[in-house]
């Protein structure tokens, strides 16, 4: 704990997840003693969210944190993410840990990092092998749409008698990883370090270079949508069929859009006056 206390006030580090602290009476060991912010849940927390710039804004969200989970909205400028950080108990049953932290998801909205140790091993996150726990980690990332964010080639975040890769980052669509590193001459324990930048995706609805359009479907003659329809699937289907996600999505949405055109009338939206 010391060691990463030294990091957070060298390196300007803005924010710091753990998990398994050092925990006292009083709670999180030497960062309650500090000017930092935490965010623990119950006693003897297995998570913690460190907060060590003053500039930013910490929400704790105490109604979703766990003594597993701890779960906080991170401020600074246009940026607001969910932070979480979770520890998958390896004496436990991991889907006991993996529907925990669905929970918490399903709880929240916006942009979402997770960073956890998850105690399970997956190719996926670039481990040499997978398992069973691996496995069920892999399912709720797929359900909840999440991005990895570990990176091939680096070091296994855990080294001790064996090695592995426990700990993954996590997040959702329209949050910005980089310079993901994972360093274990930094601390003397056996998990290395994972530093990275974020950055967010900003753009709004108001930003879109294209019009918003507002269709009226309720005069649509709904047999000749669906023939047009058909016939603009059958002339984009090489591109509906494209392998490649960005190619299939643009397809769809031409489709979509010219049929829409064509069969429905389009509403006519009035600019709302601004509030003062």
Not at 115 to 123: E, P
């Amino acid at each position: 704990m010391h060691e990463i206390e030294g990091l957070l006030s060298s390196r300007s580090f803005d924010v710091c997840l753990i998990q398994e602290p050092a925990t006292d009476c009083k709670g999180i060991y030497l960062f309650d003693r500090r000017p930092y912010r935490v965010v623990v849940s119950g006693v003897g927390p297995k998570a913690a969210i460190v907060v060590a710039n003053p500039a930013v804004g910490i929400l704790s969200l105490q109604h979703l944190s766990t003594p597993h989970i701890s779960v906080a909205v991170f401020t600074v400028g246009n940026l607001r993410l969910v932070l979480i950080s979770a520890y998958f108990q390896f004496s436990e049953p991991t889907q006991t840990h993996v529907d925990a932290l669905e929970s918490v998801l399903d709880s929240v909205s916006g942009n979402v990092l997770v960073c956890a140790d998850v105690n399970a091993r997956s190719t996926l996150w670039h481990d040499r092998l997978s398992d069973d726990r691996g496995e069920m980690v892999v399912d709720l990332i797929g359900r909840k749409n999440l991005t990895v964010n570990n990176l091939a080639g680096s070091v296994n975040t855990f080294i001790n008698r064996g090695s592995a890769c426990l700990d993954v980052t996590l997040t959702s669509y329209g949050v910005n990883v980089a310079d993901w590193t994972a360093v274990h001459n930094l601390t003397s324990s056996d998990h290395a370090i994972i530093s990275f930048d974020v950055t967010q995706n900003c753009a709004r609805l108001n930003d879109r270079t294209d019009p918003f359009v507002k269709y009226d479907w309720s005069k649509t003659n709904w047999n000749e949508f669906r023939k047009s329809l058909k016939l603009r699937v059958s002339a984009w289907m090489t591109d509906l069929e494209s392998p490649d996600l960005d190619t299939s999505t643009a397809a769809l949405i031409r489709v979509l859009t010219e049929t829409c055109t064509g069969r429905m009338g389009i509403v006519k939206i009035k600019k709302r006056k601004p509030p003062p």
